[in-house]
């Protein structure tokens, strides 16, 4: 990958609306912690996430299984491991925070990523933020041709929480406001709202930016939405 395909990479994951709310979610989310440890994001992709993460001082690690991102995360100076979410290569009870991002409605087993989720989580205190698609009426033809398997339910997500023997914290929706606008974009086009390979113009990013960034204060997070965001702990 050439330098300037990682310039507007970084530049894609700098400015876009949904990428940067995202890591303004697990920054909130770390600070709960009185200081910091080793974080795993898991299906990392590029490694905007960690590079934030690690810029707040913590231990963090991309995994993901696609050698072309684990390459860019290289080139970025992101530490970096290559696997499958399935059979994590982390010693049990080794991780303080873990990140699963758009991870789960990937995988057919994601029994078995939840289950490692837990594995690896340091024993009282070691959390997992964990966020998902929703809502089976979200389901379009473009979510097949992303690889996408399943889009959850409220329960559906908790069930395979506690299964994997983690207790559920927080689960809230996310995408609220934008949820019409997802619904209908994707009878009209290929392209969802602003999720393109490049960044949305300027005014649509920062419409988005701003409605995105307003669910933060109004009393949405019980409503549907088109992603589910769920932290998790192990005792």
Not at 102 to 118: F, K, N, S, T, W
């Amino acid at each position: 990958m050439q330098a300037m395909e990682l310039r507007k990479l970084a530049e894609l994951e700098e400015r876009h609306w949904w990428y940067r709310e995202r890591r303004a979610i697990v920054a909130r989310e770390l600070r709960r912690f009185p200081a910091c440890g080793r974080v795993l994001d898991i299906g990392a992709a590029f490694g905007g996430n960690v590079l934030a993460m690690q810029a707040m001082g913590w231990n963090a690690t991309a995994v993901d299984c696609s050698p072309t991102a684990a390459k860019v995360c290289r080139r970025r100076g992101i530490s970096v491991v290559r696997a499958d979410a399935r059979d994590l290569p982390v010693e049990p009870g080794f991780i303080d925070f873990v990140v699963a991002f758009d991870l789960l409605d990937y995988i057919e087993e994601d029994h078995l990523v939840m289950q490692e989720i837990a594995r690896v989580l340091r024993p009282g205190g070691g959390a997992a933020l964990i966020a998902v698609s929703c809502d089976r009426a979200l389901w379009f033809g473009r979510d097949e041709t992303l690889g996408r398997v399943r889009r959850y339910s409220r329960a559906s997500l908790l069930d395979i929480a506690e299964k994997a023997g983690l207790v559920v914290d927080r689960l809230w929706s996310w995408n609220v406001l934008p949820r019409p606008v997802v619904a209908l974009r994707p009878r009209i086009s290929r392209t969802p709202p602003g999720r393109g390979p490049n960044p949305p113009p300027r005014p649509l990013n920062a419409a988005l930016s701003a409605i995105i960034a307003a669910e933060r204060f109004l009393p949405v997070r019980s409503l549907p939405g088109a992603s589910l965001i769920m932290r998790v702990h192990r005792e």
